[in-house]
């Protein structure tokens, strides 16, 4: 220290060059004394803050992944739901068919369910999505409870056709041939006159010539030809049941002959009033024309 005003620092190089002399005075020393400080204070605050921030950049990519994966789960979830609701509305209407089958429940009080009144398996559609919003614990256990209502109403059918199989042998069942539904059950525009009629039964369109099939077992109580059906087949089973087959091309069988569910009682064609080959399938119960679609349980 020079005079109690300076601070001096001499510099001692090990070479034999001159020796240097820095010479602070006291204010600039504390000037440099509080730079040092306050570029101390400032680094330690950067450093601070850049492994603060280095932390919260890895928290929220470790956030990013779980959110990523929460949302796949998510949609795995929605996705599995959406498939229950579609097996659960398959086995109601299943079971809507079993029910009318079986004379438990009446087409009427039933009818403007899902499934039933009109249309063939393309009315049926996709069940709607499930979205997340509604992917609650409330929806899950509805659904649950619609199951276990499904699968008590099954068993008791169940029961119940094991009891009567006989009954049930002699119930259509099945589609008359492979084909598409061209027209339902109902009201519709006459292909012929336009007018607005009543359609008994349902037309299946298939090429010519394909086999016609019995629904069930029966006996044939009508092979014949008229203007209308062209070449038809009545079968009448047991429960007051009768099926009608029209339209067909040839017929394979003759009144009185006994048939079982399966047996080729004649071919596609388009004999009598019809556009096209197809056949005219109708079911009656005690003489009251009813929607052949929920007596078929082929899907």
Known sequence: MSGNKHLSIII?????????TLAFSRRRLRVLIGAAILFAVALS????DYFSMSSLRNRHKQLNVEMAEQSDRLE??????KNLKGTIASYENYAKKLNIMAGLKSPDIIGDEAGLGGGGPDSLGEPDPVPAQNLSLAAVQNLAQKASSVENNLGTLVNFFESQAARLASTPTIWPTAGWLSSPFGYRAD??????????GIDIATNHGNPVVATADGIIVRAAFDKMLGNNVVISHTGGITTTYGHLS?????????????????AIGKTGKALGPHVHYEVKVDGRAVN??????EE
Do not use: W
């Open 12 to 20: 001692v190089p090990h070479t034999k060059t001159n020796c240097r």
């Open 45 to 48: 605050a950067v450093l601070i």
């Open 76 to 81: 795995s979830y929605e996705s599995y739901v």
């Open 191 to 200: 292909p012929f006159t336009g007018k607005r009629t009543f359609h008994y």
């Open 250 to 266: 040839r017929m394979n069988v003759k009144a009185g002959q006994k048939v079982k569910r399966g047996d080729l009682i004649g």
């Open 292 to 297: 052949p679609y929920n007596y078929i349980l």
